[in-house]
């Protein structure tokens, strides 16, 4: 599994004319791919890093001040772009299994008292975030197995 997950002082994703998720304020935008290997093990790890990860202002966590996360699936993570021009997908979970996995990282980010709002899982999604810093990080819970 791997995230992109960025401090932004706002995020928001819609579809269509309709803003589906946003957040009421400073919190985390996490871009989510889940690939074809990930377990509960790498979802217990993700949702622990993403609440955890000291990367709001002085050095502190979503779960110490209660950050909003906004997470938006996001299968292109995972393309390898070592070979030719065209990305390989073939490290992504087809979608019946990673939109199962999101909503796992998501239900356990909830678990952990976190405020969550998401994308719609499939769709065409427009992505507004202003970062802040700019922060972002990638946090991988695995290498290709």
């Known amino acids: 599994m791997r995230a992109v997950v960025s401090r932004v002082t706002e995020a928001s994703v819609t579809v269509g004319d309709e803003v589906v998720g946003a957040l009421p304020g400073p919190g985390l ?13 790498d979802v217990d790890t993700m949702v622990r890093k993403i609440s955890g990860l000291r990367i709001l202002r002085d050095e502190r ?7 909003p996360v906004l ?3 996001q299968f ?7 070979k030719g021009r065209r990305p390989s997908w073939s490290r992504a979970a087809p979608g019946e299994i990673a939109e199962s996995v999101v909503d ?3 239900c356990g980010l909830r678990d952990r008292g976190l405020e969550v709002s998401t994308g719609v899982f499939g769709a065409t999604m427009q ?3 202003v970062n802040d810093g700019p ?4 946090v991988e819970t695995a290498g290709p197995r």
């Open 135 to 138: 922060f972002t990080v990638l």
């Open 76 to 82: 292109t993570l995972l393309g390898n772009t070592a």
């Open 127 to 129: 992505v507004h975030s």
């Open 29 to 41: 935008l996490v871009l989510l791919g889940v690939s074809n290997d990930d377990d509960e093990a």
């Open 104 to 106: 796992a990282v998501v």
């Open 71 to 73: 997470v938006v699936s």
């Open 61 to 67: 966590s979503a779960s110490e001040t209660g950050a």
